[in-house]
């Protein structure tokens, strides 16, 4: 196996005044008598996402010998992030050329296990606990702050119940003294005012 040799480029005056790329970056492998495209212009060119497109041919162009203010001008980058670029393919290689923009989620851990989950799922399924007529977000919330030995907002306790149940819709309360009758007649004989 050859050992890997870096390749330097400019990238400017104000940063390190060289980025080191590895020559697997090189814009042209000699064959026999064919020149073929580089590995970074193929990437490049087939990159689908935007970031990694752009990134791939900064290192493309890099490789080519361009200037990083030049790579700036067309790219719209700044020199110091294309040395950022370059140094991170020299790290980590064409899995370092990925956007990890997704890769990473903010969100906080769940409260319940898969098993806690399960074991809610068929709490609520079952009767309410006494001196509620249904499981509602505060009683959900109550059940696993008993679990979990900490409180729980009511907030949580509804995600988890919709996330479970669904929203439980049920019709609106009707007055004691409606009249069904008199409210049929009212559908019938309503005007809608035009506009």
């Known amino acids: 196996m050859q050992a890997r040799r870096l390749?330097?480029?400019?990238?400017?005056?104000?940063?390190?005044?060289?980025?080191?790329?590895?020559?697997?970056?090189?814009?042209?492998?000699?064959?026999?008598?064919?020149?073929?495209?580089?590995?970074?212009?193929?990437?490049?060119?087939?990159?689908?996402?935007?970031?990694e497109r752009t990134w791939w041919q900064i290192l493309w162009l890099l490789a080519r010998g361009q200037l990083a203010k030049d790579i700036a001008q067309s790219t719209g980058y700044s020199r110091y992030w294309i040395g950022q670029i370059a140094k991170r393919y020299n790290a980590e290689g064409a899995e370092g050329m990925r956007n990890r923009q997704y890769t990473h989620s903010h969100r906080a851990a769940p409260l319940l296990s898969d098993e806690q989950v399960a074991e809610l799922a068929e709490a609520v399924r079952g009767p309410a606990p006494e001196g509620d007529d249904e499981w509602l977000a505060r009683t959900v919330a109550d059940w696993m702050s008993q679990k979990l030995g900490r409180p729980v907002s009511v907030q949580v306790g509804w995600v988890y119940l919709v996330r479970l149940d669904g929203k439980r819709r049920k019709p609106r309360p009707r007055h004691v003294l409606a009249d069904p009758e008199q409210q049929a007649e009212f559908k019938k004989t309503r005007v809608v005012k035009s506009a």
């Open 7 to 51: 390749v330097t480029a400019p990238v400017c005056a104000a940063y390190p005044s060289r980025a080191d790329i590895i020559p697997d970056l090189s814009p042209w492998e000699d064959g026999p008598r064919i020149r073929r495209s580089c590995h970074a212009g193929r990437r490049y060119r087939a990159a689908k996402e935007p970031h």
